[in-house]
């Protein structure tokens, strides 16, 4: 199997693709526009940052299996591999930690004035006056948006600083806000409303582009810090920029819209010019232990879809179908019975959508279960339990 990375991956990783029998093609070095020429007759591309466009996935015939190598999936385009029955997984909660420790360093940072403080020494300016009016963060509340893994993380890091929480997720209840010892919200409006610093840990879905949105930043008080860290998309970026403008919020960002695709270079951002925004290079993922372990479950995927053809972590799979029947056929274990079967539903027009077949001990018998959009006649029903050297039994059931 031929795998192609197109990102840093650490050199353990690779030796173990090519210990499973995988052929890597290693060219970290890459852009989406390289990628868009086509992989050849890579079967598996590893991805952390790159774009994987619908252009990239059209010219790449052998493509199979596409992996992010972190958690976020928004750089690859879902609906173009879909449409080619091209599968996609992630290595979610492996950069948890790194993330999180990010996360309390925007915080300690924008309190403490840490960039500027090293800014000025490195330029010989010494302003001590300047950077001794920190507030401190002990007894800060501490908003999160999102209490994932990350969230999680987060919260224990904080609570370990003396900050109390106040947390809203469409995930959690009360009963886990008690659980995790923090303040149960209702909705985003009542954190920000009570919080004196917001940490954003959603992932990017239609109904979160944006969530943080004017209104909601509006609410903040003022002086009070935002932190991203998840991704761009979910604050409206132009009110941010006109809240910091203004000088009423402070905000830590490893994430903006403006970030460039690059790996070095030089660029233009509008941030740039703002003394109370600090920002990062999108390193939350970026610690040898979390890209080790994002490494490791990047590769278990690889040889789980080479040695038994199952993708863990599968995220582009149908969660419903249109079938409304299901057929269970108990046959024998022998060549050729699942393709009559099938032929039997193929002449009435009826379309497998979903199709598993297990084998029971002595491989000598297996059940082979069918979900169908239309429900066979009697006729084929009959068909199919009259094959008495090959069929045991064949039921039908009428799914809800």
Not at 48 to 72: D, E, M, P, Q
Not at 276 to 304: C, E, F, K, L, P
Request: charge should be negative.
């Amino acid at each position: 199997m031929n795998v192609f990375i197109a990102d840093k991956l650490p050199d353990k990783a690779i030796q173990e693709l090519q210990h499973i029998g995988c052929n890597v093609i290693f060219k970290p070095g890459l852009t989406s526009a390289d990628l868009d020429q086509g992989l050849g007759d890579a079967q598996v591309l590893i991805v952390r940052s790159t774009v994987v466009s619908k252009v990239c996935i059209n010219n790449s015939n052998a493509l199979s299996l596409i992996i992010r190598a972190g958690a976020g999936v928004n750089n690859i385009d879902m609906t173009a591999a879909s449409n080619l029955g091209i599968f996609v997984a992630n290595c979610p909660g492996k950069n948890a930690i790194a993330v999180a420790e990010l996360t309390m360093a925007l915080i300690l940072s924008l309190d403490r004035f840490i960039g500027d403080n090293v800014s000025d020494f490195r330029a010989g300016k010494w302003n001590k006056g300047s950077f001794s009016k920190a507030d401190g963060i002990f007894g800060k509340v501490l908003g999160i948006i999102g209490t994932g893994q990350i969230g999680q993380e987060v919260i224990s890091r904080a609570r370990a600083f003396g900050m109390p929480v106040i947390a809203w997720s469409r995930s959690l209840t009360q009963e886990k806000a008690d659980e995790l010892d923090i303040i149960y919200a209702n909705s985003i409006k009542e954190v920000v409303e009570k919080c004196d610093v917001l940490s954003i840990h959603l992932a990017l879905k239609p109904d979160t582009r944006g969530v943080i949105s004017r209104k909601i930043l509006s609410e903040l008080k003022n002086g009070a810090m935002l932190i991203n860290t998840s991704r761009a998309e979910v604050v409206d970026e132009d009110a941010l920029y006109d809240e910091l403008k203004s000088g009423r919020l402070r905000a830590g960002l490893d994430v903006f819209s403006e970030e460039p695709e690059f790996k070095t270079g030089e660029f233009k951002s509008r941030f740039q010019d703002l003394d109370n925004v600090y920002i990062t290079h999108h390193i939350g993922a970026s610690t040898a232990q979390a890209q080790m372990a994002v490494a490791d479950d990047a590769v278990d995927i690889v040889r789980g879809y080479l040695q038994q053809g199952y993708v863990r972590n599968w995220l582009n799979r149908c969660e419903k179908t249109d079938a409304s029947w299901q057929l269970v056929v108990r046959h024998y274990d022998k060549p050729g019975v699942i393709a009559n079967v099938m032929s039997e539903l193929k002449e009435a027009q009826i379309n497998a959508q979903e199709l598993t077949n297990v084998i029971f001990d002595g491989m000598k018998t297996a059940c082979c279960t069918i979900q169908l959009d239309m429900k066979p006649s009697e006729e084929i029903m009959e068909s199919i339990r009259t094959r008495q050297d090959e069929v045991i039994s064949a039921t039908l059931i009428a799914l809800k």
